[in-house]
């Protein structure tokens, strides 16, 4: 609920530290309240205020054919985070077969899954009017990459990066699934709380480097899922070290386990660590997936017991 409409539902009274101004919304003349409000009054408010603004919220509704939806997030850009969801999602369907997964990119503004992916051109309708995802790898895909030129940007404002939010998770047809893997955009703000609002998601996991700066915003991304009540399954600790391929020395250019520690601070579970390696930047870019490319290496078989891990922490799913 905007200011405005608030201060229309609440009228000319407004509080700071028990008085304050307020001004009439019918009528000229400015009027002044200092009356203190007692606690049970002030509390009296809080409530109200809460009633309505609650009214504002939309009410979740699952995904038509999806039984489970694990966001991947992080406070902060760069951190790996497509990545991470792109292998998480290839590792998801290597662990077992018989488990159908989706991959749905909702970072309107930069979008990666179409590279990773591999994958090019315009959705297809159903009969029904629903977008069918793209296919690659056994993975359906939706981007909004996919609706835009490639090297056109996303120059919108609020209303409409909602508006395409909208479209992305209710005008999709998936089919049936089990696992749904999210790419969120980076950072704490109107996406990742529409969507959280919007459907019901089973975990969230979230990435970061073991840099402070990451850590700090790695921070706010777990307290917003916590204050919208979406479970974390745990942190994936990216890029956590890099080894030299020719002498075989391992230094961590990002410092040492700063996952781990910000996960004992939050009691929350770190998932697995994934190294700074060429492998996973080549294949990324290449469009082919580590997960996918090189099932028996290293850092793929790291992304799958990621995946083990997820699955482990993940509630049952919807029928």
Same mark, same amino acid.
């Given at each position: 609920m905007g200011f405005w409409r608030r201060l229309l539902i609440f009228g000319w009274v407004s509080l700071r530290g028990g008085g304050g101004t307020g001004v009439p919304l019918r009528g000229s003349r400015v009027l002044v309240c200092r009356r203190q409000l007692s606690g049970a009054?002030? /509390?009296?408010? %809080? =409530?109200?205020?809460?009633?309505?603004?609650?009214?504002?919220?939309?009410?979740?509704?699952?995904? /038509?054919?999806?039984? =489970?939806?694990?966001?991947?997030a992080s406070g902060k850009g760069g951190v790996g985070k497509s990545t991470t969801a792109v292998n998480l999602a290839l590792a998801l369907a290597a662990n077992d077969s018989s488990k159908a997964v989706g991959l749905l990119d909702v970072d309107v503004y930069g979008p990666s899954i179409p590279k990773m992916m591999n994958l090019k051109g315009s959705p297809e309708l159903s009969q029904s009017n629903l977008m069918r995802p793209l296919l690659n790898y056994g993975i359906a895909c939706m981007s909004m990459g996919f609706l835009v030129e490639e090297t056109a940007p996303v120059v919108w404002r609020g209303l409409m990066v909602m508006s395409a939010i909208e479209k992305l998770l209710r005008q999709v047809d998936w089919g049936q699934l089990n696992y749904l893997v999210v790419d969120m955009p980076p950072g704490t703000g109107d996406v990742q709380l529409s969507v959280t609002q919007n459907i019901p998601i089973s975990g969230a996991v979230i990435v970061s480097t073991p840099q402070d700066v990451a850590l700090m915003d790695a921070r706010k991304g777990a307290e917003m899922f916590r204050k919208v009540h979406v479970p974390i399954l745990g942190l994936v600790q990216?890029?956590?070290?890099? =080894?030299? *391929?020719?002498?075989?020395?391992?230094?961590?250019?990002?410092?040492?386990?700063?996952?781990?520690?910000?996960?004992r601070t939050l009691d929350l579970d770190v998932l697995g660590d994934i190294p700074l390696h060429l492998n996973i930047r080549e294949t990324s870019?290449?469009?082919? *997936?580590? &997960?996918?490319? =090189?099932?028996?290496?290293?850092?793929? %078989?790291?992304?799958?017991?990621?995946?083990? /891990? &997820?699955? %482990?922490?993940? *509630?049952?799913?919807l029928e």
């Open positions: 009054d002030n /509390e009296t408010l %809080k =409530q109200r205020r809460m009633q309505i603004m609650s009214r504002g919220l939309p009410k979740q509704k699952p995904i /038509e054919g999806v039984k =489970q939806v694990i966001v991947v990216n890029m956590s070290v890099f =080894q030299c *391929p020719k002498c075989k020395q391992r230094t961590h250019i990002f410092g040492a386990d700063g996952a781990r520690r910000l996960a870019d290449t469009g082919q *997936p580590i &997960v996918f490319s =090189q099932p028996e290496s290293d850092e793929a %078989k790291a992304y799958l017991r990621i995946a083990a /891990e &997820v699955v %482990k922490r993940l *509630p049952p799913p």
